[in-house]
């Protein structure tokens, strides 16, 4: 359970990074974009977060399963 502690703690810290880039992103498209286009953007982004979410969901379920399968 170590390593999987580990790596969830690694992947928390690389998706803070990834929020921190968003937020740069977004503050500077926000200087330089019409509202219209943000709101594209940011429903895009939105689009891309659930779908990321739902893939590493079903790998943490996949994991479940084949742990709970192995023992």
Known sequence: MDIIDEKIKQLEEEIEKLNDRLTSVEKAVNKCASRS???????????????????????????????????
Request: no cysteine; charged share 65%.
């Open 37 to 71: 286009e943000v709101n594209k953007i940011e429903a895009d982004i939105k689009k891309k977060e659930k779908e990321r979410k739902e893939r590493e969901d079903r790998k943490a379920k996949d994991s479940l399963f084949n742990l709970k399968r192995v023992t």
